[in-house]
């Protein structure tokens, strides 16, 4: 079946740049997502991008789209400490249902 | 944010008894959603509502129910909760036509000892 993967923990100094990686496997994929998830909260959506897309840029946030490779991938410029959490990828084949990767747990480091 | 509410927001319960969460939403959206959120697991769906009284099962369905009688709300019973359910349940609404996105309610902490 379809599945998302992404490496689990991510640790990087304040001020600096943090890419954040996921690979899908659904070529039929549609849409793909952003969450963030804080300790203790339910989840944020933070940006998404259409399949037909190369890349979205919105502020400090990059989504870069590899449809070939299937990788999809997350920058958060000038990083901050407010940016720790939990951050999830999801794809859509164009319908109401997700596929959810694992998280990756972003650590800033002071 | 989503307008969205979960109750309870913790829960402690024994093996064997039943237990309904309710999700409830003032945005008058078509969708609603039941995930479960386990450690390397990430996000898996149990059930989901397309309408009202319209519901379908996720990929963990097994031991739970659901029901939608009205648009704003979304119940999820265990009929006899195992310890296997223990986990932090999430609620989600949507309504995009355009790009499916969902939004997400705070949580509920479920234990079952």
């Known amino acids: 079946g379809e599945d998302v993967e992404q490496s689990l923990f991510l640790s990087v100094r304040e001020g600096d740049s943090s890419v954040i990686n996921c690979t899908y496997t659904d070529s039929s994929s549609t849409y793909l997502y952003w969450y963030k998830q804080e300790p203790g909260a339910g989840l944020q959506l933070l940006t998404y991008?259409?399949?037909?897309?190369d890349m979205k840029q919105d502020q400090r946030l990059t989504v870069l789209l590899n449809k070939k490779d299937k990788h999809l991938s997350l920058r958060i410029a000038d990083t901050q400490t407010g940016d720790s959490a939990i951050y999830f990828c999801a794809e859509s084949s164009g319908t109401y249902k997700y596929i959810f990767g694992t998280g990756t747990r972003l650590k800033v480091l002071a | 944010d989503a307008g969205i509410t979960q109750s309870p927001r913790h829960k402690v319960t024994e093996t064997g008894t039943p237990v309904t969460l309710r999700c409830h939403q003032t945005?008058?959206?078509?969708?609603m959603y039941w995930y479960r959120q386990d450690p390397g697991h990430g996000l898996r769906l149990i059930h989901y509502s397309y309408g009202v009284k319209d519901t379908d099962k996720g990929e963990v369905s097994d031991g739970y129910s659901v029901s939608r009688s009205k648009t704003e709300d979304f119940l999820l019973t265990l009929e006899s909760a195992t310890s296997s359910q223990t986990s932090v349940y999430f609620c989600?609404?949507?309504?995009?036509?355009?790009?499916?996105?969902?939004?997400f309610g705070p949580g509920t902490r479920l234990t079952v000892t």
């Open positions: 989600a609404i949507s309504d995009s036509a355009i790009s499916y996105e969902q939004y």
């Open positions: 945005e008058n959206h078509r969708y």
């Open positions: 991008i259409f399949s037909n897309m």
